[in-house]
Each structure stands twice: as structure tokens, then as C-alpha cells.
């Protein structure tokens, strides 16, 4: 979600036309909040680097997801969820025509019904906002791709170990030997 991110989107001969028809669908339904075009294209090119599935959360009218589908290989599925059910029946509409894109309209942890993804972009919850925190080790492929969209600090995510964000590591290994403290050598003689 972008603030204005709607708005950000000039005529633009260059939009791949499932975004441009995005796009005239966010701006038919007041809807302000679209990705803005430099992270749609960062959405598209990530969207290439997935070959099975795509999943994203915060559909709003379609935008993202119509840059996601522009990038994905031919035969990615890609499934987005969408808990307003006006923004989610516009966006079916916008991808009428894209039998491998599922518009699904709930809560976000719908996504958890059709996954594993080889790329998930977390926009409109899982972001452990309070409403509840994605698993990326259950929902994505191993190598899979997460997105994360308007995070804020959370308590809950990432995950803590001994205190620190991330996976556990190892403790430091002792040296073999311990260093020997430095010796004051005086210069030969000439």
C-alpha cells in the first residue's frame, strides 16, 4: 500500500495492460492506495524469478497483482486475497480474462489454502500487525521469496533467538592456541 500510490500513475503507453486496466479500475473506485510503478516493476521482477505460485495479500483493486502476473512465467498460478468484498469483486473483474489468477475475497490468512509459494508478498496482513503473523517456513517453498509491504517493528516478527532477530548462531570456536601478548623488540644493529 502506498500512499496516493493511485495517484503516481501517469498515461503511460509503457504499462503492461493488465496494469493499466488496474490502474483505471483503482481510479474508477476511489481507490487511492496502489503500489506505486517503481514497486510494481520490483513486483515484476521479482514475479519472474517464481515457477509455481505467486500469493499476495491487499489485492485492493489489483495493481500489484497486475504487475505480478505481467512478470510470471507462463503456467504461475498466482492467488491474491482481498478481505473487502467490493475491492476484491473489482479486481476479478480486472482479471477476467487471466485464468491462472485467483481472486480470493477474506481475511489474509486465506492464502494459506493454496500454498506453498515460491513468492509471497505480504501487503494486507501476515505482517504481524495484529492481525496475525505469516509463517514464511510453512507457506514458502524452500528458496522461496518473501515480501514484506509496510512493515512496521512488531514484537512478534521476526522471530527472536537468545534475544536476536533471525536463526540461531553458533557460539565462537576457541582458538587453538590463545594469542601470546606482543613482545617489545628493540631494531638490529646496523
Known sequence: MSLRGTDAYEDDATLPTPVARAVAAARAHGFAFSCRPEQGRLLQLLAAGASHRIAETGTGCGVGLAWLASGARPGVRLVSVERDPERAR??????????????????????????????????????????????????????GTLVVDDFTPATTWPPLFAGAPDHPRPPPTPLAHPPRPALHRTPPRP
Open 90 to 143: 473489482v479486481a476479478e473483474s480486472v482479471f477476467r480474462d487471466h485464468p491462472r489468477t485467483e481472486i480470493l475475497h477474506g481475511d489474509w490468512r486465506r492464502v494459506e489454502e493454496h500454498g506453498p509459494y515460491d513468492l509471497l508478498v505480504l501487503d494486507g496482513g501476515g505482517q504481524a500487525k495484529g492481525d496475525g503473523t505469516a509463517d514464511p517456513t510453512r507457506l514458502l517453498t524452500p528458496g
